[in-house]
């Protein structure tokens, strides 16, 4: 029986922490494409 | 204020003190007052750290914000991220494996005992008052906008959360952010799609008129020491900020203490990182939202009622005169916004944006002189900002969603003031009362004094708050205050990583670091507060270092088993 390896403390924090920049930049490009469309 | 109205806040707040005495069960001793026996899951710990980030200033003040200025106040928090990720893979590892209940005591073990007790006094004196003006600014507002009587409104807030702070310990605090943070941000969306059904253009003609007034212009990459809200300023000066507060303010360090595990702990703090900056930018774009709203809705003069009030009895043919210049120049705008809405081409558009810039500067001129004038007749200051959105919600939210909403600042200003009590009455505890009145002693003595300590920083706060809420100044002094602070005591903390660093140097240090900052502060007070965080820091480790310099570096200290 295959049995997957638990996943260490550091690949979890390395997942999350992919996670959170990628939300902070998509809301930093939201922002972004809101200044440039409608600010002249 | 309407019954109904009346019956969800007063019923939130029963329901708030109810979940918050429930949970206090199994709290025996002081780990799990304090830390809840460190068995908090990360999730809980992430959403009472952004919790306590959304105080009522928040929902009042930032919104404000956000209608007169737009949302270039979300720089400020560009820092936050980065500064989570570095606490993650620094200060929080070590702070949770090294079992300390404060921050300060950790110190203790790195330098000596006068760096621990100065810290953590220094985080007293700064969070003590901070607390009291937590409760006092929303209760201004509600003393203005609803009539009521200021004290009441001190009370409502402060007497609910003493109570399940006092008895629930952390444990209490940590679950009914929860709960709490649910509310605000079902009441934050609730709003949103309210002003998107009011505002009769689209949501895209919305954000045009919003825009073409320059309040979607987010991004500033000038780089000016006096302006507090630039990209660089929120980028580097924030990081600093947010480091400090998030590393080593016992407020937001108790939380991520309390999580199960180190890998808990950082995702935590990163979970809390994940929607700071969205959670901003929706909360100014209400703002924005609200703004666009009264371009269409006539606006009042001054949002402050108690003000508008005291010009239109003070001086009733200069009011009536403005009021009507205003009313005209704010029907034009209206007209030239619908031109705006409906434009085809690109150069009609571009006209009415032009009319829109230009009318507005007329209309903020107008209202600055009405400000002024307010300012002159009743000797305060306005701070016309912080009743714009207690004001739209009072006379244009519908029945029951008004309710909702101040339930929600209630619900804010109950988060960041739970928090605070719980920590102020940790180092209470752990920094002074055990460090030098009383070592040794069983856990009901201990937990009998935490409880005392969290009720006797509650009376405080209420006692703050009530002399603030007449000296409207003292909240941006105590505000100020934390500044001088901040900075330096990371620097400490910075300094305990460097292995030559001694116990002298970060005393005398911390000292430097204050009286650099407050150099900066009075010999050149244009430079904005955000860079006192950068140099108290720097000045620590620099002075602390140099004083350090000669003799084996010092042995790291063990862990607590």
């Known amino acids: 029986m295959n049995v997957e390896p638990a996943e260490t403390d550091a690949q979890r924090f390395r997942k999350t922490l992919i996670r959170v920049m990628t939300v902070q930049v998509v809301a930093l490009l939201l922002l972004w494409w809101l200044q440039v469309r409608f600010t002249s | 204020m309407h019954p109904l109205n009346w019956a969800i806040v007063l019923g939130w707040i029963g329901f708030v003190v109810f979940i918050g005495l429930r949970r206090s069960r199994g709290t025996r001793d002081v780990e799990s007052y304090f830390l809840a026996n460190r068995s908090l899951p990360w999730w809980v710990v992430g959403l009472s750290v952004m919790a306590t980030q959304l105080s009522a200033i928040t929902m009042i003040g930032t919104t404000g914000q956000g209608a007169t200025d737009g949302l270039r106040f979300i720089q400020f928090y560009f820092g936050l991220p980065l500064a989570m990720v570095i606490l993650g893979v620094t200060l929080v590892p070590f702070l949770h494996g090294a079992k300390v209940y404060t921050a300060y005591e950790f110190l203790e073990r790195r330098f000596n005992a006068p760096t621990r007790s100065l810290t953590a006094f220094l985080f007293l004196l700064s969070r003590g008052m901070s607390c009291g003006t937590i409760i006092a600014a929303p209760a201004v507002v509600f003393s203005a906008i609803f009539g009521w009587n200021v004290l009441w409104s001190v009370a409502l807030i402060g007497v609910p959360t003493v109570l399940y702070t006092m008895i629930g310990g952390v444990r209490a605090v940590a679950w009914v952010d929860v709960k709490q943070m649910i509310l605000i941000v079902a009441a934050l969306l609730a709003v949103v799609v309210t002003l998107l059904i009011k505002i009769p253009v689209s949501p895209v003609d919305a954000l045009e008129i919003?825009?073409?007034?320059?309040?979607?212009?987010?991004?500033?990459?000038?780089?000016?020491?006096?302006?507090?809200?630039?990209?660089?300023?929120?980028?580097?000066?924030?990081?600093?900020?947010?480091?400090?507060?998030?590393?080593?303010?016992?407020?937001?360090?108790?939380?991520?203490?309390?999580?199960?595990?180190?890998?808990?702990?950082?995702?935590?703090?990163?979970?809390?990182?994940?929607?700071?900056?969205?959670?901003?930018?929706?909360?100014?774009?209400?703002?924005?939202?609200?703004?666009?709203?009264?371009?269409?809705?006539?606006?009042?003069?001054?949002?402050?009622?108690?003000?508008?009030?005291?010009?239109?009895?003070?001086?009733?043919?200069?009011?009536?005169?403005?009021?009507?210049?205003?009313?005209?120049?704010?029907?034009?705008?209206?007209?030239?916004?619908?031109?705006?809405?409906?434009?085809?081409?690109?150069?009609?558009?571009?006209?009415?944006?032009?009319?829109?810039?230009?009318?507005?500067?007329?209309?903020?001129?107008?209202?600055?002189?009405?400000?002024?004038?307010?300012?002159?007749?009743?000797?305060?200051?306005?701070?016309?900002?912080?009743?714009?959105?207690?004001?739209?919600?009072?006379?244009?939210?519908?029945?029951?969603?008004?309710?909702?909403?101040?339930?929600?600042?209630?619900?804010?200003?109950?988060?960041?003031?739970?928090?605070?009590?719980?920590?102020?009455?940790?180092?209470?505890?752990?920094?002074?009362?055990?460090?030098?009145?009383?070592?040794?002693?069983?856990?009901?003595?201990?937990?009998?004094?935490?409880?005392?300590?969290?009720?006797?920083?509650?009376?405080?706060?209420?006692?703050?708050?009530?002399?603030?809420?007449?000296?409207?100044?003292?909240?941006e002094v105590v505000n100020r205050f934390g500044s001088f602070f901040y900075g330096s005591i990371l620097g400490v903390f910075l300094l305990a990583m460097i292995p030559r660093a001694k116990g002298l140097g970060a005393f005398v240090g911390l000292i430097a670091g204050m009286a650099a900052v407050a150099a900066v502060n009075f010999g050149a007070p244009s430079v904005s507060f955000l860079w006192h965080n950068v140099v108290g820091a720097v000045t620590v480790v620099i002075v602390g270092s140099l004083l350090s310099l000669g003799g084996s570096p010092t042995p790291r200290p063990a862990p607590r088993r």
């Open chain 2, 210 to 475: 919003a825009g073409a007034t320059g309040r979607l212009r987010t991004f500033d990459f000038s780089f000016n020491l006096n302006n507090t809200y630039t990209f660089w300023s929120g980028v580097i000066g924030g990081t600093f900020l947010m480091l400090s507060y998030f590393g080593t303010d016992q407020s937001q360090v108790q939380r991520y203490l309390s999580a199960k595990s180190v890998d808990e702990a950082r995702s935590s703090l990163l979970m809390s990182a994940y929607w700071k900056i969205p959670l901003q930018a929706l909360v100014l774009l209400i703002g924005v939202l609200v703004f666009v709203f009264y371009v269409f809705t006539r606006p009042p003069l001054l949002f402050n009622p108690a003000h508008e009030r005291a010009v239109r009895d003070g001086l009733p043919s200069y009011y009536a005169l403005m009021r009507r210049e205003y009313d005209g120049q704010q029907a034009v705008r209206d007209t030239v916004a619908r031109k705006l809405a409906a434009a085809i081409t690109e150069s009609d558009r571009r006209e009415a944006a032009q009319q829109l810039r230009i009318l507005g500067i007329s209309l903020e001129a107008m209202r600055a002189e009405a400000l002024f004038t307010a300012r002159r007749i009743t000797g305060q200051q306005t701070r016309d900002v912080n009743y714009i959105m207690p004001r739209f919600v009072l006379e244009h939210l519908p029945l029951g969603l008004a309710g909702v909403f101040i339930a929600a600042i209630f619900a804010a200003a109950m988060n960041a003031i739970a928090a605070e009590l719980n920590s102020l009455a940790t180092t209470s505890v752990i920094d002074f009362y055990k460090r030098w009145v009383r070592s040794e002693g069983t856990d009901a003595h201990f937990l009998m004094v935490s409880r005392a300590a969290t009720g006797l920083w509650g009376i405080f706060a209420c006692v703050v708050a009530t002399f603030a809420v007449n000296l409207g100044s003292l909240i």
